[in-house]
């Protein structure tokens, strides 16, 4: 059975690009020996991610990353069964350039993502339109083709 969690966090002071690719490449390399995929945003020093598969391999990768002094405030927002993994195999990165400002400007974009104005649900939905790697992708949802 597939689980799915969400999380938001907030880099801790100091972290620079080059730590967050660093963060990147170690837990794309753990994630794949765990069957683990999802995705993770950086936005304004803050955190967005995504983790998708088997439960006991999410609740121990969990773990580590709450114990990770590289981010605080960390701000737990879902764990729900996954029908399906939403991003691909690996682990989507988006930030800098690679986040379209119109997705962020589509879910009204506000710093920390709090949960007032992104509730689980948005939260996932934004990541889908910001991560996921379908038709239409770092488009804004208007822009979806059928
Ligand atoms: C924002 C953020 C996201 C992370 N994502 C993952 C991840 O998806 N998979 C993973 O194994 N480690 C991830 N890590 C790293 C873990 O926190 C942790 O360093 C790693 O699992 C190794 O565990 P250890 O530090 O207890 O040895 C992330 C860290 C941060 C700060």
């Given at each position: 059975?597939?689980?799915?969690?969400?999380?938001?966090?907030?880099?801790?002071?100091?972290?620079?690009l080059?730590?967050?690719?660093?963060?990147?490449?170690?837990?794309?390399?753990?994630?794949?020996?765990?069957d683990i995929s999802?995705?993770?945003?950086?936005?304004?020093?803050?955190?967005?991610?995504?983790?998708e598969?088997?439960?006991?391999a999410i609740?121990?990768?969990?773990?580590?990353?709450?114990?990770?002094?590289?981010?605080?405030?960390?701000?737990?927002?879902?764990?729900?069964?996954a029908?399906?993994?939403?991003?691909?195999?690996?682990?989507?990165?988006?930030?800098?350039?690679?986040?379209?400002?119109?997705?962020?400007?589509?879910f009204?974009?506000?710093?920390?993502?709090?949960?007032?104005?992104?509730?689980?649900?948005?939260l996932?939905?934004?990541?889908?339109?910001?991560?996921?790697?379908?038709?239409?992708?770092g488009?804004?949802?208007?822009?979806?083709?059928?």
């Amino acid at each position: 059975m597939l689980e799915r969690i969400l999380y938001v966090s907030r880099a801790a002071p100091g972290t620079e690009l080059s730590d967050i690719f660093r963060i990147v490449s170690e837990a794309r390399a753990r994630n794949a020996a765990a069957d683990i995929s999802g995705a993770l945003v950086f936005v304004d020093g803050w955190f967005v991610q995504v983790l998708e598969g088997p439960a006991p391999a999410i609740c121990a990768t969990y773990a580590h990353i709450l114990a990770d002094p590289r981010h605080v405030d960390i701000s737990f927002r879902a764990r729900e069964r996954a029908l399906c993994r939403l991003f691909g195999d690996g682990l989507v990165l988006r930030t800098g350039p690679k986040l379209s400002p119109e997705v962020l400007r589509e879910f009204d974009y506000s710093f920390g993502f709090p949960v007032e104005t992104f509730p689980a649900d948005v939260l996932l939905e934004f990541m889908v339109w910001a991560c996921g790697s379908g038709r239409g992708a770092g488009a804004a949802p208007q822009s979806i083709a059928v």
